[in-house]
């Protein structure tokens, strides 16, 4: 595949940018450590396989057709990044005990796949870009899965990447100084994506 480069550097520098996604890992990693954030990071990274494989079904192409389709899932996607707005605003203490104050992994896995298929961008950034770098005369199916696998590995290298810096700054939000401001900018964060979403058009 010719463009396979450009794909990559494209990708990287989608995966790069600020979003819900990334902000759900930093915060994971804040609370629980770089080890603790990874089951947020691997839910991510699945959820674009399942956004990816949608997209390559009819279903993705009802989506791309349908305003209702759209409309309901970019209030689903807002409405839920709202939620996760709140619930950061009025966190006491950003960094979670280790006991019973701690989330389950399985729930950090779940709350990021959740962020990943409710938001609509997602799925259409998979419609838009991946005809671009399939070649007619090649295998569809090989190509596609190459191109969804290389992007949900580049998936957990940068938010693996970015849990590891965040992690060297818990020593700093342990405080309760620290705890508040981490928790009102990453309220305002969640809650500015979900307004942003909520206006999004096609």
């Known amino acids: 595949m010719a463009s396979y480069g450009l794909f990559l550097l494209l990708a990287t520098l989608t995966i790069l940018s ?3 996604g990334l902000v759900l890992t930093l915060s994971n990693a804040l609370r ?3 080890t603790g954030a990874l089951p947020g990071v691997l839910g991510i990274a699945l959820g674009a396989f399942v956004v990816a494989g949608l997209c390559a079904s009819s279903l993705g192409l009802v989506l791309a057709a349908s305003t209702t389709a759209f409309t309901l899932f970019k209030y689903l996607g807002a409405l839920y990044l709202l939620y996760l707005g709140i619930k950061m605003w009025r966190t006491q203490r950003f960094i979670a ?3 019973a104050s701690a989330s389950r992994p399985w729930r950090r896995f779940v709350e990021a796949l959740s962020i990943q298929l409710l938001n609509p ?3 259409f950034f998979f419609l838009a870009v991946f005809p671009q770098f399939i ?3 090649g295998s569809y199916l ?5 191109l969804v696998t290389s992007y949900g590995l ?3 290298a940068v938010h693996s990447a970015y849990a590891g810096l965040a992690n060297s700054a818990r020593g700093w939000l342990s405080s309760r100084r620290g705890a508040r401001i981490a928790g009102r900018l990453s309220g305002i964060t969640f809650l500015g994506f979900g307004v942003m979403m909520a206006m999004a058009s096609k």
Request: aromatic fraction near 8%; glycine fraction near 18%.
């Open 135 to 137: 070649h007619s005369e």
């Open 121 to 123: 961008k997602a799925g």
């Open 32 to 34: 629980h450590g770089w």
């Open 142 to 146: 090989g190509q596609f899965l190459l």
């Open 18 to 20: 600020p979003g819900p």
């Open 154 to 156: 580049l998936v957990v």
């Open 97 to 99: 005990q280790l006991q």
